[in-house]
């Protein structure tokens, strides 16, 4: 019986990998582009039981140069081989965007960073959500000439948390996440 218990322990707790390390400050950060948005947060960026931002997005400045803000969470294996879900604890006075950061169509790829990504209601309460990797998608705003090379695991390397901000507005939003889960079937 006791054989039997621990098995049935590891087989589950295999399903959910990394979640012990969602918040170590080692592999959280942010960015805003270079043309005036910003972000602001109490010190630590990372709490002891949650990461904390608020962003300033401007509207876009002209044709060539969009406004962007971001939360980033640099994955532990740099990778998504293995993984079908993601499951995440978060808080967000806008909608999320939930991009899956792929060198494919970043700056190593062709540039139009056109990642695949969700959209979460928002949520001034700890909501927690499971999303599939195959509910994710290109925006619509994907230029023509990027060719979709679709989601290819072992080349995306973090998870970018986007307050639905539109481009041609900008705006301020605050997000706020608490957990992280990356589970395998």
């Given amino acids: 019986m006791y054989l039997k218990s621990l098995l049935t322990a590891i087989l589950f707790s295999s399903s959910a990998l990394y979640a012990d390390q969602a918040l170590d400050t080692s592999q959280?950060?942010?960015?805003v582009d270079p043309h005036g948005s910003s972000a602001s947060y109490e010190k630590p960026l990372v709490k002891e039981d949650y990461v904390g931002i608020a962003f300033n997005r401007?509207?876009?400045?002209?044709?060539?140069?969009?406004s962007?803000?971001?939360?980033?969470?640099?994955?532990?294996?740099?990778?998504?081989?293995?993984i079908t879900s993601?499951?995440?604890?978060?808080?967000?006075?806008?909608?999320?965007?939930?991009?899956?950061?792929?060198?494919?169509?970043?700056?190593?790829?062709?540039?139009s960073y056109a990642h695949y990504q969700t959209v979460l209601p928002s949520a001034t309460t700890?909501?927690?959500t499971r999303v599939s990797l195959e509910n994710?998608?290109?925006?619509?705003?994907?230029?023509?000439?990027?060719?979709?090379?679709?989601?290819?695991?072992?080349?995306?390397?973090?998870?970018?948390f986007v307050p639905d901000l539109t481009d041609e507005k900008g705006g301020k939003a605050w997000l706020k996440i608490k957990n992280i889960k990356l589970n395998q079937e």
């Fill in 86 to 111: 993601v499951e995440l604890t978060y808080q967000s006075d806008k909608s999320l965007l939930v991009k899956l950061s792929q060198k494919d169509y970043g700056g190593k790829g062709d540039k």
């Fill in 136 to 160: 994710f998608s290109r925006p619509k705003w994907t230029p023509s000439w990027s060719k979709d090379k679709g989601i290819t695991k072992a080349n995306v390397s973090a998870l970018y």
């Fill in 68 to 82: 962007w803000v971001e939360l980033i969470y640099d994955l532990p294996k740099k990778s998504l081989e293995g």
């Fill in 28 to 31: 959280w950060r942010y960015a």
């Fill in 58 to 66: 401007v509207p876009r400045v002209d044709k060539q140069n969009n």
């Fill in 126 to 128: 700890w909501q927690t």
